[in-house]
Each structure stands twice: as structure tokens, then as C-alpha cells.
């Protein structure tokens, strides 16, 4: 072997070893960062009590098991009616594997969905991928789809939460799968996130399925000048 075909590879595996280094996606190994949510495919369900306040519509209290529901209504004295969001357990249409998890609404008013608590890590980039289909979603004002991950200290979560929400850019109407694909960024004190997956204000059907989280690095520290 000559030294330039040595000194291209030495090149080579330089430029693939700063490229892992620098997205972070990967660990040390190669192998991808570990997927922290459970049942991310929606393959298992299960019968629960509590299904929120007002409760949310479900198939004789089946929910995706490691995902808590997510029901707000408007208060009375603003509109009137009843709660009409469902979680329902969907074999028919699905992304991948044997379900997927399908949010209904009958109300511009009224916002339901999924949650998941999740342990995570303090200065950490994570990146956040979902897959989703909607039909015939109409939105009130600034709503539609929405994916939340609002993190906080163990310790005094509700006392020091951080929002991150985030409005996919296709959020209404009718549409096939669409991949959603967003990073946010911990602080110093954080420990635990609740990922909500959430139809928001708006009527008609709304599917998610491949749900992941993944860390992928430290947080790069913002320059001062």
C-alpha cells in the first residue's frame, strides 16, 4: 500500500470520525442513541381508570400502554356541550408495525391527545421524530397538530417547566404520512420531559405512530462577544 493510498484513508476515516463526533446522533460504537420513549409503535394497549377530567372518549377505557391521556375542555361559562375528543387504537391505518394511535374530535373547541413522562438529561440536544396523518382536520385560529415536550427538574417539575411546542408546517387538512423532525435543547436542572402528541382546537381525525427521542449530544455553548 503506498502513502497516498494510506494518507486517503487516514483522511477518510478522519473526516467520518469528525462527522459522528460533531452530529452526535450516534454513540461511541456507531450504534444510534437509544429510542427513550415506550411503545413508540402504539403495538401495546391496555384498560386504565383514569382517563383525565373531563375524561377523554376511548374503546371501554383502552389506552396505549406508557401514554396517559390528555384532555382540556373549555370552561363552561365559555362554551357549552360536551367533551368530544377520543384516543382510539387504529389496526387498519398505520406507518409502521401493527397500530397507531388515532385522535378524533367533533369540537373547535376542545384539545385531546397522548402523554408520555420520560426521564432525559440536563445540557442535552434531543431530536424528536413522529410520524403523522390527518383527516379532514379544521382548525380554530392558530391550532391544528401540535407535538409538546415540556421538561423540568425530578424534583419540582411543575414549579420549573420549559416549553417547547411546536406546530408542524402541516397541521390541517387532509394528508398522508408526514414525517415531523425537531431537536430541542435541556437546561442545567432538568430531568424528566412529558412528550404530548395533541389534536388542538380543532375537529377531524389525527394519526401518530414511530414516535422517538433520541439524544443527540451535549449542548454547544452560545459564544459572548
Same mark, same amino acid.
Given at each position: 500500500?503506498?502513502k497516498r493510498?494510506?494518507?486517503?484513508?487516514?483522511?477518510?476515516?478522519?473526516?467520518?470520525?469528525?462527522?459522528?463526533?460533531?452530529?452526535?446522533?450516534?454513540?461511541?460504537?456507531?450504534?444510534?442513541?437509544?429510542n +427513550?420513549?415506550?411503545?413508540?409503535? *402504539?403495538? =401495546?394497549?391496555?384498560?386504565?381508570?383514569d382517563? $383525565?377530567?373531563p375524561?377523554?372518549?376511548?374503546?371501554?377505557?383502552s389506552?396505549?400502554?406508557?401514554? /396517559?391521556? &390528555?384532555?382540556?375542555?373549555?370552561?363552561?361559562?365559555?362554551?357549552?356541550?360536551?367533551?368530544?375528543?377520543?384516543? *382510539?387504537?387504529?389496526? +387498519?391505518?398505520?406507518?409502521?408495525?401493527?397500530?397507531?394511535?388515532? +385522535?378524533?374530535?367533533?369540537?373547535?373547541? /376542545?384539545?385531546?391527545?397522548? +402523554?408520555?413522562?420520560?426521564?432525559?438529561?440536563?445540557?442535552?440536544?434531543?431530536?424528536?421524530?413522529?410520524?403523522?396523518?390527518? /383527516?379532514?382536520?379544521?382548525? /380554530? $385560529?392558530?391550532?391544528?397538530?401540535? @407535538? %409538546?415536550?415540556?421538561?423540568g427538574?425530578?424534583?419540582?417539575? %411543575?414549579?420549573?417547566?420549559?416549553?417547547?411546542?411546536?406546530?408542524?408546517?402541516?397541521?390541517?387538512?387532509?394528508?398522508?404520512?408526514?414525517? *415531523?423532525? &425537531?431537536?430541542?435543547?435541556?437546561?442545567?436542572?432538568a430531568?424528566?420531559?412529558?412528550?404530548?402528541?395533541?389534536?388542538?382546537?380543532?375537529?377531524?381525525?389525527?394519526?401518530? &405512530?414511530? @414516535?422517538?427521542?433520541?439524544?443527540?449530544?451535549?449542548?454547544?455553548?452560545?459564544? =459572548?462577544?
Open positions: 500500500m503506498n493510498m494510506v494518507s486517503l484513508i487516514t483522511q477518510t476515516a478522519f473526516v467520518a470520525a469528525f462527522a459522528l463526533c460533531y452530529l452526535g446522533v450516534a454513540r461511541a460504537d456507531g450504534a444510534p442513541s437509544p +427513550i420513549v415506550q411503545n413508540p409503535g *402504539f403495538e =401495546s394497549w391496555a384498560v386504565i381508570t382517563l $383525565g377530567n375524561p377523554i372518549k376511548t374503546d371501554a377505557g389506552m396505549p400502554v406508557s401514554w /396517559d391521556p &390528555d384532555a382540556e375542555a373549555p370552561d363552561p361559562k365559555v362554551s357549552s356541550g360536551t367533551y368530544s375528543c377520543g384516543v *382510539f387504537k387504529d389496526t +387498519i391505518v398505520k406507518h409502521g408495525g401493527n397500530a397507531s394511535v388515532r +385522535i378524533e374530535s367533533g369540537r373547535t373547541v /376542545d384539545i385531546g391527545g397522548i +402523554i408520555q413522562q420520560m426521564d432525559l438529561e440536563p445540557n442535552t440536544k434531543y431530536q424528536v421524530t413522529a410520524w403523522y396523518k390527518g /383527516d379532514n382536520i379544521v382548525v /380554530d $385560529g392558530d391550532a391544528g397538530v401540535f @407535538i %409538546w415536550a415540556v421538561y427538574p425530578k424534583d419540582d417539575y %411543575w414549579n420549573h417547566m420549559t416549553f417547547w411546542a411546536k406546530k408542524p408546517d402541516v397541521h390541517d387538512g387532509t394528508f398522508d404520512w408526514t414525517l *415531523f423532525k &425537531d431537536t430541542f435543547d435541556t437546561n442545567a436542572t430531568g424528566t420531559v412529558r412528550l404530548t402528541l395533541q389534536l388542538r382546537k380543532a375537529t377531524g381525525k389525527l394519526w401518530f &405512530d414511530d @414516535i422517538e427521542v433520541r439524544k443527540i449530544g451535549p449542548v454547544t455553548p452560545v459564544k =459572548s462577544f
